[in-house]
C-alpha cells in the first residue's frame, strides 16, 4: 500500500525532470559564421552577423579580438580607427541588436 501512495509524487517528479530535459533540449546551437581574428575589416558582414542578434557570447565566439563593450560596462574613451572595439546595443533578451565602433 505504500508504493501505491508514493506513486503519484513518484510520476509528478518523472514528469518534471522530462519537461526540464526537454526544455533544455530546445535550445539548440545556432549556425554562426567561423571566429574571425583580428579587427574588423568587413563591415557588410560584420552587419549582416549583428542582424542575428547574437548573444555577447555568440559574439566573442565569433569576433575573438574585437573588444565588446555591453551597456552599463565602464570604458576607457581613447580613439581608435580601427574598429576593433564595439559599443553594444542590447535588447530586453541581452541580444546584441546593434551598436557603434568607437
Not at 519537461?19 to 560584420?46: H, K
Not at 559574439?59 to 573588444?67: E, G, I, T
Not at 563593450?69 to 576593433?84: F, H, K, Q, V
Request: glycine share 6%; proline share 7%.
Amino acid at each position: 500500500m505504500k508504493l501505491n501512495a508514493r506513486f503519484p509524487i513518484l510520476l509528478l517528479l518523472g514528469l518534471l525532470l522530462a519537461l526540464a530535459v526537454s526544455a533544455c533540449s530546445m535550445t539548440e546551437a545556432r549556425d554562426l559564421p567561423e571566429p574571425r581574428s583580428g579587427v574588423v575589416t568587413d563591415l557588410a558582414a560584420f552587419q549582416e552577423f549583428v542582424t542575428l542578434a547574437p548573444t555577447p557570447e555568440e559574439f566573442r565566439k565569433v569576433y575573438p579580438d574585437v573588444v565588446l563593450i555591453l551597456p552599463g560596462d565602464i570604458a576607457t574613451r581613447e580613439y581608435r580607427t580601427d574598429n576593433s572595439r564595439f559599443f553594444a546595443d542590447l535588447d530586453d533578451d541581452g541580444q546584441i541588436v546593434g551598436g557603434s565602433f568607437q
